[in-house]
Nanobody, 115 residues
Framework: QVEFTESGGGLVQPGGSLTLSCVVS????????LGWYRQTPGTRLELVAT???????TYADSVKGRFTISRPNGENVASLRMNDLEPEDTALYLC?????????WGRGAQVTVSS
């Protein structure tokens, strides 16, 4: 059974920084893609950043230059460093793993950007 251990959410002022972490366990299979999506009430799920096992990264245009995803050696651990946070970044950030053609989701970490 695939399990997620997520951490790092919280409340931060505009311009501040946070780092999210996600550890995936419970599977012997390779995790092709690992990353984060985010959602606010009444909105669609939005890709934030992902990293493949080959080291390819993808970012939403809205976070490019501010967020950095790290997944050393394509392992089952990833982190998302979020700098220069804006109120529009407020959302539930869900860790996402793509394993053998199936998608798995963590419970999420709330990020709130407010003064």
């Amino acid at each position: 059974q695939v399990e997620f251990t997520e951490s790092g959410g919280g409340l931060v002022q505009p311009g501040g920084s946070l780092t999210l972490s996600c550890v995936v366990s419970g599977t012997p299979d390779l995790i092709y893609s690992l990353g984060w999506y985010r959602q606010t009430p009444g909105t669609r799920l939005e890709l934030v950043a992902t990293a493949t096992i080959l080291g390819t990264t993808t970012y939403a245009d809205s976070v490019k230059g501010r967020f950095t995803i790290s997944r050393p050696n394509g392992e089952n651990v990833a982190s998302l460093r979020m700098n220069d946070l804006e109120p529009e970044d407020t959302a539930l950030y869900l860790c996402n793993a793509y394993i053998k053609s199936s998608t798995y989701w963590g419970r999420g970490a709330q990020v709130t950007v407010s003064s």
